[in-house]
């Protein structure tokens, strides 16, 4: 089992955190404002270089209120609703809104559990 240090983990949660907002075609100051910290787009800077430590009520905002996704998926790069095979497609339409976004991906899980069962 690979054993990561703190500074790997805030390397790759800077990288998730910077790869979701730049998905979503947000700014700094926009996340920060989602959050309800008009100024707190300096802290989001920290944290994407990796210097940064947030508290799990940070990441949770993050998370729900910032991307409107589950805290796993943010931490993980996972969502536990979706199937394996449609995660990579998360990725790819996270900047659409997040009611569309929903309705593509159980759209595409029940094509691929539909052609499952055909054969």
């Known amino acids: 089992m690979i054993k990561l240090t703190d500074d790997a983990i805030r390397s790759r949660l800077g990288a998730r955190i910077r790869a979701l907002r730049t998905a979503r075609k947000l700014s ?18 920290t944290l994407e270089r990796g210097k940064g430590s947030p508290s799990w009520e940070y990441l949770v905002a993050l998370a729900h209120r910032g991307f409107e996704i ?42 691929l559990r539909a052609g499952e069962n055909s054969t």
Do not use: C, H
């Open 70 to 111: 589950k805290l796993a998926s943010l931490m993980f790069g996972i969502d536990e609703n979706l199937g394996p095979e449609i995660q990579g497609l998360s990725a790819g339409i996270a900047g659409l809104p997040t009611q569309t976004r929903l309705g593509l991906l159980r759209s595409a899980e029940l094509v």
């Open 28 to 45: 700094q100051p926009e996340l920060a404002e989602r959050l309800g910290r008009r100024r707190g787009w300096k802290y989001i800077s």
